[in-house]
């Protein structure tokens, strides 16, 4: 176990819906990064928040957006649901260093999401 | 830039013998260089780390990875497989002043009894 949390596991949604992602980090940890696993794709990297700011971006989509508040959960908005989007969407925390390249990220057991 | 390739998409062995899955790494600077193994539907979890200390380096459950700069390679290896080893490796790398991790494409293990 990570300490990583992701709610809900499982996710059946139908095509133009809207869904939230939650993730809480592992105690202590300031940063907050989100990815996403398809079979296509493969495993990559959305956007990363630290303390509340958004630090880097990744191939996420504009229809997809994401926030970190002052509990330090983070959040990850996805609209306008299309099939593709059909994916394991990974939360990971690390420790309260930011950008510094030692530092280990810790993923959560994700959320599988289904668009139909 | 930073890429990481993993030469085998699947690799097969029998339970008791050598485990060996390969990734070759491209960074413009110094990287981390990671191993995640991801179990059937589970999460994923990290087996070690290579941040610019010894170049071999040991991980859990067996699993070692020694660091190559002449090569950029970063094998994996573990001299004794066991049926709980079946599962998804992914090789990861992080490169100085980049937040995100990039990763392989996987190597899906199998181990045989």
């Known amino acids: 176990d990570s300490g990583v949390t992701q709610t809900p596991k499982h996710l059946i949604t139908a095509t133009g819906q809207r869904v939230t992602l939650r993730c809480s980090p592992r105690?202590?940890?300031?940063?907050v990064y989100w990815y996403q696993q398809s079979l296509d794709q493969g495993l990559q990297f959305l956007i990363q928040?630290?303390?509340?700011?958004?630090?880097a971006k990744g191939n996420i989509l504009e229809r997809f957006s994401a926030q970190q508040f002052p509990d330090l959960h983070s959040e990850l908005n996805l609209s306008s649901l299309e099939l593709g989007d059909s994916a394991l969407y990974f939360c990971?925390?690390?420790?309260?260093?930011?950008?510094?390249?030692?530092?280990?990220?810790?993923f959560g057991p994700g959320t599988r999401l289904l668009v139909l | 830039a930073q890429s990481v390739t993993q030469l085998d998409s699947h690799v097969s062995v029998s339970e008791g013998t050598p485990v060996l899955l390969r990734c070759n790494y491209s960074?413009?600077?110094?990287?981390?260089l990671f191993w995640y193994v991801q179990h059937p539907n589970k999460g994923l979890q990290l087996l070690l780390k290579?941040?610019?200390?010894?170049?071999l380096v040991k991980g859990i459950n067996g699993f070692e990875a020694e660091f190559k700069k002449s090569e950029t390679s970063f094998h994996l290896t573990k001299p004794s497989a066991h049926m709980s080893d079946a599962a998804e490796y992914f090789c990861?790398?992080?490169?100085?002043?980049?937040?995100?991790?990039?990763f392989g494409s996987g190597t899906r293990l199998q181990v045989q009894p």
């Open positions: 290579y941040t610019s200390a010894a170049t």
């Open positions: 105690s202590g940890d300031l940063s």
């Open positions: 990861v790398v992080r490169s100085t002043g980049r937040r995100a991790l990039t």
């Open positions: 928040y630290y303390n509340g700011e958004e630090r």
């Open positions: 990971a925390s690390s420790p309260r260093t930011s950008g510094g390249v030692q530092e280990t990220q810790y």
């Open positions: 960074s413009s600077y110094s990287p981390s």
